[in-house]
């Protein structure tokens, strides 16, 4: 099974603080997606990463792509209470029409 | 900004009644995809769709569900005869092929709930 293990579960921090959230996997994906999900609503996608080693920023939010293309971490800057919210990150094997699988979730919850 | 629809929001049924789930893909999309939530749990790929037939489905996707592209808008999820453990949050998705294709947008999500 390719599952796709996030860590924490939940975290809870002071607005303005940084933090990093971890997507960690024993297999290869081929690339691997950022959501982020509002309670009752469908997942959102913040980023895509495809190449081993890529980083890309979205405002604060920098996601990286392990060298070996088998875990992804997303780090927050100076965390905001608009950023809470649960964070999935979700991956696939190979082919473009290929279904994608999902971690968990981290629930992030930032503390004005 | 182009965007998947689903409807309805929210579906209760009876137990063994049959129920169909829509979703209208961004227009462009060539791929399409129903996956599931039960509460507290984590987003489950059920079934892939491209070219008009299944691509892929997994062991969740029995014979009492199936999908359907009846014209060139809507993307349909068909549950025949429901079951309590059929109720979950479905959500639709569609990517686009070529340079984007890894991306997969996600619907609002239709909460089915089988009493």
């Known amino acids: 099974t390719q599952l796709l293990e996030q860590s924490p579960q939940f975290l809870s921090i002071q607005e303005g603080e940084n933090l990093t959230v971890y997507c960690n996997s024993s297999s290869v994906f081929s690339s691997l997606q950022w959501y982020r999900q509002e309670p009752g609503e469908g997942p959102v996608l913040l980023v895509t990463?495809?190449?081993?080693?890529e980083v890309k920023k979205l405002k604060r939010l920098t996601f990286q792509f392990g060298d070996a293309r088998k875990d992804s971490s997303l780090h927050i800057t100076a965390a905001q209470p608009g950023d809470t919210g649960l964070y999935l990150c979700?991956?696939?094997?190979?082919?473009?029409?290929?279904?994608?699988?999902f971690g968990k979730g981290t629930r992030l919850h930032i503390l004005p | 900004e182009p965007e998947v629809t689903q409807t309805p929001s929210h579906q209760v049924t009876q137990m063994g009644q049959e129920v169909i789930l829509r979703c209208v893909p961004i227009s462009n999309h060539l791929y399409f995809y129903w996956y599931r939530q039960i509460l507290g749990q984590k987003v489950e790929f059920l079934v892939s769709f491209y070219n008009n037939e299944i691509s892929e489905k997994s062991e969740i996707f029995d014979d009492q569900f199936s999908v359907e592209r009846p014209d060139g808008s809507n993307f349909t999820l068909k549950i025949r005869s429901t079951k309590l453990e059929d109720s979950a949050m479905y959500f639709c998705?569609?990517?686009?092929?070529?340079?984007?294709?890894?991306?997969?947008?996600f619907g609002p999500g239709t909460r089915l709930t089988v009493t």
């Open positions: 990463v495809v190449t081993g080693g």
């Open positions: 979700a991956g696939a094997r190979g082919n473009r029409d290929d279904k994608i699988i």
């Open positions: 998705a569609s990517t686009l092929q070529g340079t984007a294709a890894y991306e997969q947008y």
